[in-house]
């Protein structure tokens, strides 16, 4: 079974400062995707930021890029220059790329952005 | 606009009464997923499909019901509704080729209150 753990439940920044929000994961499957989602007040769910277990490069989407430590098994999303938008909850998921394809959310974690 | 639909976004109901949520994607995607979000529980997949007149059953799939009888298509049905089943459901779809990325796309939810 696979297992997300957010072991952060809130954190504060402040406006154009950088920040890392951790993320472990535990599966025995050797392909798996690793997913960023906001979610902002309104409740929507966006997709952030994506990461093949066998890809050798750490991703990034503007923004946001994902500190992949696969011997760690890791997947920290980092927000560079944050912004009073980034304020919401993000989860980090794990989809299994066999069966089902469910994707396995964290518990998230409360970003507030300072100004 | 590439999109997930659904409808209603929110929906206040009384114990016994079927309804429906709708979820409608224009991209063309074979896999379709439902899923609930509950405080303390995170998100679970209720309902998936691979494509046309394919589904099977996810980690919750108990009280509810799902057809694909047309590719965009992936209609939610409570036939009996019950409090316990009073969430945040989300439809979410992907394609299926192309390698690992396939992303998941979220709707932007159905608020469910079942009296």
């Known amino acids: 079974a696979q297992k997300i753990t957010q072991t952060q439940p809130g954190m504060f920044v402040q406006e154009k400062e950088a920040v890392t929000l951790d993320c472990t994961y535990d599966?025995?499957?050797?392909?798996?995707?690793l997913f960023w989602y906001k979610q902002p007040s309104s409740g929507e769910m966006i997709f952030l930021i994506y990461?093949?277990?066998?890809?050798?490069q750490n991703a990034t989407e503007g923004r946001y890029s994902l500190n992949f430590q696969k011997a760690r098994k890791s997947a920290n999303l980092v927000i560079s220059a944050s912004q009073l938008g980034d304020s919401a909850m993000y989860f980090c998921?794990?989809?299994?790329?066999?069966?089902?394809?469910?994707?396995?959310f964290g518990s998230g974690t409360r970003l507030q952005v300072q100004p | 606009e590439a999109q997930v639909t659904q409808n209603p976004r929110y929906l206040i109901t009384v114990t016994g009464k079927k309804l429906t949520v709708t979820c409608s994607q224009n991209?063309?995607?074979?896999?379709m997923s439902w899923y609930r979000q509950d405080p303390g529980l995170g998100l679970r997949q209720i309902y998936y499909?691979?494509?046309?007149?394919?589904?099977d059953k996810g980690d919750v799939p108990e009280g509810y019901k799902v057809s694909r009888k047309e590719k965009r298509n992936f209609p939610l049905i409570l036939e009996s509704p019950s409090p316990n089943q009073t969430s945040l459901y989300f439809c979410?779809?992907?394609?299926?080729?192309?390698?690992?990325?396939?992303?998941?796309?979220f709707g932007a939810g159905t608020r469910l209150s079942v009296l």
């Open positions: 599966t025995s499957d050797q392909s798996y995707g």
């Open positions: 991209m063309n995607h074979e896999y």
């Open positions: 979410a779809s992907s394609p299926l080729a192309g390698g690992g990325k396939n992303i998941q796309y």
């Open positions: 998921a794990m989809r299994d790329d066999t069966g089902r394809r469910a994707l396995t």
């Open positions: 499909s691979m494509n046309v007149e394919v589904t």
């Open positions: 990461q093949g277990s066998y890809d050798e």
